[in-house]
Each structure stands twice: as structure tokens, then as C-alpha cells.
């Protein structure tokens, strides 16, 4: 008999998601249990479960409330799930009293859970699970409601595999997807589907449809457009951007089919003044499902993963494919790859080729191109980043001098067989080439600090110093009459730090799981730009010279985002820092010392080491 253990539950709390949160378009539909056309439960339950199908609905009654795990039951069943893959678990159910349950998908070894509320009334709920470890069959839905009192009554339940990441993104910015706002464009119909998908048909080849953007404010703040296409078959299509009816952007996409979505992204200057999106279809008269459009808001990004080098420091000839309409073959020698080009062609693509292939990328993740490079003359060239299906570009600048450029690529396609193409049909001169490399890219938020060579900082994520600035935790000692501050790298989403480097700006990593603070204490609040002085707060700042927490003054506000102590029953109006009154605990917390390597996600790195990037002491490392 399967017996889902207190232990084994507990030890898979590994979730990374958002639970109770009701997504319009979830994705995918995987599996659908219907408990109106169900006469009999015909799943797995345990000993203590009380439940019954009753007038269309998973009837559970639990007349005293008891260890969660105690009740639990399987609301689906035969469930295949993907390695990484991002779920979405919709509930339709109420109680006979407001609570909670516990929804965790996977098998009995392998699985992530969540839990979310519910209300009297019979309404859909979502338990959102993100980056599953590992791929699976013969997966379930378990459910467990042991510490709920009442009855609770469930009369669907809905397994979608969601369009995306489901980590909270308060930098993305969602479009209608009304059909009836998509009134521009031509030859083409669009309608919403059961799951409020925007469905654009041909009535004639090459249709398309479009939507107004008017929010120019909105427009300033982002730089790329992203569409999510759930399926699609009638040839090459394409999204255009426009400027009053002028394409500024455009962006190909091959084929989809059911089940394998696909995210089509345009980066775009937001001088460019864009006041469309064109979503253009293909022939025979084919429907595009399109499940979400959506702005990203302008975010720093920086290289962090290794994924690929090609370094033709030991190469003797150009080996990489190479069509004959595309201009002279480059040559290779003394390591280095050159190619002239003698006049400007009308397309860059008239002169292109190969650099490097067969990279292993995935998709919803952008990628930084690196090569080390010079032109006989300072100049410009098309860098393409994909398959032959689905590729992006961005401009490589450069100059005369050997140095490593690093241009960030969106839009990058899941395959095993990308490759980098270098169009230097629009550049006069010579290029010479010595090694291209493949990063992830890495989002990263930006810290300031003044010549003061203090400031206090949060985020919205967890986040990373790597050593490349220095962050505590504080707490006041009222014995003593000072503050207390504890070294700490990784830091938890919405936690208040104070941050200590040299006058200038930071790009720390942005870490996707979630963190505690361990043992280490933090009395530091972070503000929502409410907090007004009322006597016992204290903010950082810089006094006659000195940098520390002063008081307050009554009716002054600390600004949002900053964070301050709340010091009480204390005559003291200022505590410095870096002088007596301030106490410097050791690092509870494995710190990051000589000969440790760590990756970019925080983790220590055991036994041998790949290629990448690294952290050692603080400073970034490159293993080749």
C-alpha cells in the first residue's frame, strides 16, 4: 500500500511558486478530472479519509482538525511531466467554512507541493509549481486538508503545463488579448477561446492582426515585446513592431505545435516611438493561438554560465557550414578567423557564415555572445543568435583593437543545434576573429552606494553579493547601546540590508529560489515609503562626516525601499558605524573563502570543475 509519510512530505518543500493566484491564460490543458460525470471515486486515498462523490462534486469530510498529512487523497492520476517544466494545478472548490489545503504533484518519490486558500463559495483556485526537478510518469495529483475542520466539496480539477517561468516577474506587463481590441491588421479574424486565448484565423494568405499600444509611458519604461504562441501550422510567419505604420522590428517564427509553446521576443529602443504590435500568419489558411503578449521593463543583465567556447587559437580552416550565395568563405590562421568585405552589399546577409554551432539553449532564456574582436576599421556586423527556424540579432560593435564584446540576445529557441552567424555585408573592411563564447545571461539588480560607502538595500528577489559588495543583518543591543552587524551574502526577497563597498554602481546576480535567513537575526525593516518618524525610528545616514542610524524626526519620512531599526526608550538621537559602538559578528553562514568555489546561483562546487564562471574570494573566475 502507498503511504505518503509526515517526513516524506515535509523533506519535499521544495517549491519555487506562487500559491492561490488565479493566471487567465495557465497554459496547456494536460489532464482534467471532472467530478460531475464521476458516479464513484476511483483513486487512491488513505485509511482516515472520509470522502464520497455527492451531486457532482469530491465531497471530503474532516469533523476535527488534525496533522495535514493525516488526510490525503489523489484528485489525478497518469500524469507525464517534463524535467524544469512549470505547472499550474487549478482546484474548483469551496468549503463549508473558509481554509486551506495542500496540493503537491509528482510521484511518491519525486514531487513539489504548495498550498493555497479557499471561500464558501465554489470558485477556482491555483496552486502554481515551478521548475520541476526531474521528468516523470505516472505522476499524481495529491491533496491533503487534515488541519481543515469542515467540509470541503471539489468539482474539477485541472493540470495545465503553463506557458512560462512562474517566478513573480513585476517587471512584465501584460496586453490585452481581447479580440475585440485586435481590430487592425488584414485578411485575418480573431476570437477568444474557453481559456481566454487570442485565436487569429486566416480568411486569406498571409493575414494578420494587430492591437494599438497608446500607454507611451509604459512603452519609455520597457524595451521588449514578447508574444507566447501556443500553436501554429501554415508556414513562416512573423510579429512586426510599427512606428505610425512604419515596421521598426520584426521577428520570425517557424512552426508550433500543440503542447509546445513558443515565446517570440523583440527588443526595441524606446526612441523608436512604437505604437503597434502585428501578429502576421502564414498560408492556407491556418489559426494562431496566442495564450499571452506581454512588455518586459528594461533590467540589467549580465553574463553568468559558460554554455559554449570555440576558440580558434588551434584552428587552421573555417570547418563550420558555409552556403556558396553567401560571399567568400572566411580563411583561418595564426588563430585567428578573417573575412573581408570590399564594398557595402544592400543586405548584411549578403556576406554571412558560420562562427559556431551545434549550442545547446532553451527556451524563455536570453544569452550573452562573446567574442574577442577587431576590424581593420572601427565599424559594425549582425550577430545571429538561433536555429534556422528561429533566430535573434543584435548589432556587434567594435573597433580596431582586440577586445571582448558582450551583446545580450533574446528570443533563443530550445535546441541542441543553435549556431552564431556572423552578416558583415553592410562593413567595409576586415574583421578578425579569435574565440566566440556563450553565456547565460543572468538578471542582476543594480546597487549605488555614495561616497559615504554605505546605503541599506532590498529586492523584490533573492539576490547574491558574491563579493562585490559586502552586506549585513542588524539588530540593536540595548545592554551595550550598540548595533550589531552580521555579515551575510545571500540575501531573502523583501529582507532590509545594509550595503558597504566603495563609492560607485554594483550589478549583483538575482538568484531564482528561495532563501532563509538561517540563524542570523535581522531587526532591520524595510519601508514602504509610509514610515514617517515618530520617535523611535532610526535611518542610515552620514553626520558631521560619520555614517550611522539617526533619529528620525517626527513626520519625516523613510523613503521606500530603504530600511531603518526601530530603536526604543533611548536618548541617543545618532549610533555610529566603524567606531566602538558598533559590534562585528562573524559570518554564521559558510562564508566564502580561499579555494571555495561558487556557482552563480550561490552554490558550493564540489570535485571537478566545468566550464563557466565561478566565484572564488569574491572575485569572478573563468574556467576554461
Known sequence: MKIFTK??????????????????????????????????YDM????????????????????????NWEIQYEGATELSLKEHGNYIVRITLKGSEPGGMTCALGTWETNMNTTASFTTEMTAVDFVISDFPAAVDNAHVLLQSGAFAGTINISKIQVFEAYEALYPEPNQYDISLNAADWTTGWSATATNDEYNNLNITLTDNYGAKGIRLTD???????????????????????????????DVGSKGY???????????????????????????CGTNNPTIIVSRVYLVEKEVRIPSSLIYSYDYADKTEHTFYHDNGWG?????????????????????????????????????????????????????????????????????????????????????????????????????????????????????????????????????????????????????????GKINLTPISTIPANVGVIIEAAQGTYNVPIIQNTVSMGDITNELLVSDGTVTGNGDIYALGKKNGVVGFYRVADGETVPAGKAYLTISSTARDFYAL???????VGNKREPITNNCYYDLQGRKVNGQLKKGLYIVNGKKVIIK
Request: glycine fraction near 10%; proline fraction near 2%.
Open 578 to 584: 566603524g567606531d566602538e559602538t558598533t559590534g562585528i
Open 254 to 280: 517557424g512552426t508550433v505545435t500543440a503542447g509546445t509553446p513558443q515565446t517570440i521576443t523583440i527588443e526595441y529602443d524606446p526612441a523608436d516611438n512604437i505604437d503597434e504590435i502585428v501578429i502576421q
Open 7 to 40: 517526513l516524506l512530505f515535509t523533506l519535499a518543500l521544495t517549491l519555487v511558486g506562487l500559491g492561490g493566484a488565479k493566471a487567465a491564460n495557465p497554459g496547456i490543458l494536460i489532464k482534467e478530472v471532472d467530478f460531475s460525470t464521476k458516479s464513484v
Open 216 to 246: 507611451t509611458a509604459l512603452l519609455s519604461k520597457c524595451n521588449k515585446i514578447c508574444v507566447v504562441i501556443e500553436s501554429y501550422g501554415g508556414g513562416w510567419g512573423q510579429l512586426l513592431i510599427r512606428s505610425n505604420g512604419a
Open 44 to 67: 487512491w486515498k488513505s485509511s482516515l479519509v472520509n470522502l464520497s462523490i455527492n451531486a457532482g462534486t469530491l465531497q471530503i469530510e474532516n469533523e476535527t482538525a488534525t496533522n
Open 328 to 480: 567568400t568563405r572566411p580563411t583561418v590562421s595564426d588563430g585567428v578567423l578573417t573575412a573581408t568585405n570590399d564594398e557595402v552589399k544592400g543586405d548584411p546577409s549578403n556576406y554571412m557564415f558560420f562562427v559556431a554551432d551545434n549550442i545547446s539553449t532553451n527556451e524563455n532564456r536570453d544569452y550573452f555572445v562573446r567574442a574577442t574582436i577587431k576590424g581593420s576599421v572601427a565599424g559594425s556586423i549582425v550577430c545571429n543568435l538561433g536555429t534556422w527556424g528561429q533566430s535573434s540579432e543584435k548589432t556587434l560593435s567594435f573597433t580596431d583593437e582586440y577586445q571582448e564584446v558582450d551583446i545580450l540576445i533574446s528570443g533563443v529557441p530550445t535546441a541542441t543545434n543553435s549556431h552564431v552567424i556572423f552578416k558583415i555585408g553592410k562593413y567595409v573592411g576586415t574583421i578578425y576573429l579569435k574565440k566566440i563564447e556563450v553565456y547565460e545571461a543572468l538578471a542582476a539588480h543594480t546597487i549605488s552606494v555614495s561616497s559615504a560607502g554605505f546605503s541599506t538595500f532590498s529586492s523584490d528577489y533573492t539576490f547574491d553579493t558574491f563579493g562585490l559588495v559586502k552586506a549585513y543583518a542588524a539588530t540593536f543591543d540595548y545592554g551595550e
